[in-house]
């Protein structure tokens, strides 16, 4: 239904304008906001950074909005008028429950149609979780996926971790480098080999999938695992299959699917920095790759391949629950 989805101060866009946001048009505003650059400190000899999290707190961003304008564009350039008196609007976006208050920053582009077109407006959201009273996640799943956050298991939040996490988290970050001298008239570089080989923080997408039964639960989940993620400090990220834990801040998110009615759906990643104890324990990982299985060493850095071993090793425990065709993480 277009008419009754998205009111402006009050107004039914729709209905007073001919426009309406048409399917993935509403991924970005609901992504959750970024946080502002975090300070830090980046120690030579130390594996990735220090950094400082003692108040945490939220950008302001810029989004795009796609709607479909209807009658050749008869009503845009009255939208476009009225969303200039004056720089905030408050948007009800009844068709996904969620209000905002946004002001206008361009249009970037029109696709003009004889009956129906599309356009796009940025409107920047500068009130991140405005007015936000915390309320604790509530699901009934009755299963862990392997992935906790602070302790707390994500299918807590009604989450699923998605297939390309694992792969995210193992990863290796980049080395650090040492004191490198290029002289443009010789051949080659001088490079320090006898310093310490550490690694830099990494970003870390981890993918995710929010299920619900209405939207108000489907917020309820996602707002939450929002204000959980920047609190003061650092935070935890467990993984079972590596029987470690990862130091990390949130860092920004990006919405792939987002189906606001019947079937509720919401499909995310989120770009976490792993700040430090950045390598895999002590023990050695059995993980799965394209080729076979590998065994990784202490260091992280070197992998033995044991295909001809793949009866034996199935009945190591150190084996790693591995994600299904169906894209979760198996039990």
């Not at 426009?19 to 975090?38: D, Q, R, S």
């Not at 919401?266 to 430090?276: A, E, G, K, M, Y």
Request: hydrophobic share 35%; with cysteine.
């Amino acid at each position: 239904m277009k008419t009754g989805s998205l009111y402006v101060d009050g107004f039914d866009v729709y209905g007073q304008f001919g426009l309406y946001v048409v399917a993935g048009g509403w991924n970005e505003l609901v992504a959750m906001p970024p946080l502002k650059t975090v300070k830090a400190n980046d120690w030579q000899e130390e594996d990735g950074i220090e950094a400082d999290l003692s108040a945490p707190v939220l950008n302001t961003r810029e989004v795009s909005v796609k709607f479909a304008v209807a009658d050749e564009f008869a009503g845009l350039p009255d939208f476009l008028d009225y969303l200039s008196d004056g720089a905030y609007h408050t948007f009800s976006c009844d068709e996904i429950g969620r209000s905002y208050r946004l002001r206008l920053t361009q249009q970037p582009n029109m696709k003009a149609a004889r009956i129906l077109g599309q356009a796009t407006l940025k409107f920047a959201d500068d009130f991140p979780l405005d007015g936000y009273t915390y309320l604790a996640p509530e699901s009934d799943m009755a299963y862990e996926d392997g992935y906790t956050l602070d302790g707390i298991p994500l299918t807590s939040y009604g989450g699923r971790v998605l297939k390309g996490t694992f792969d995210e988290v193992v990863k290796s970050a980049a080395v650090k480098l040492n004191l490198l001298r290029n002289i443009s008239i010789l051949p080659g570089a001088n490079y320090d080999g006898d310093g310490s080989v550490t690694y830099k923080s990494k970003d870390v997408k981890l993918q995710c999938l929010m299920r619900a039964e209405s939207l108000d639960g489907l917020w309820r989940n996602y707002d939450a695992l929002l204000y959980d993620l920047i609190r003061p400090g650092e935070r935890l990220l467990g993984v079972e299959a590596l029987k470690q834990e990862f130091p990390f801040y949130y860092k920004s998110c990006q919405v792939t699917k987002f189906e606001p009615t019947g079937r509720i759906w919401l499909q995310f990643s989120l770009t976490v920095t792993f700040t430090h104890d950045l390598r895999i324990g002590e023990e050695n990982i059995l993980l799965a790759s394209e080729d076979g299985l590998l065994i990784f060493t202490q260091d992280n850095t070197n992998a033995v391949d044991m295909r001809e071993d793949i009866a034996q090793l199935q009945s190591d425990s150190c084996v790693t629950s591995q994600p299904s065709e169906s894209g979760y993480y198996a039990e």
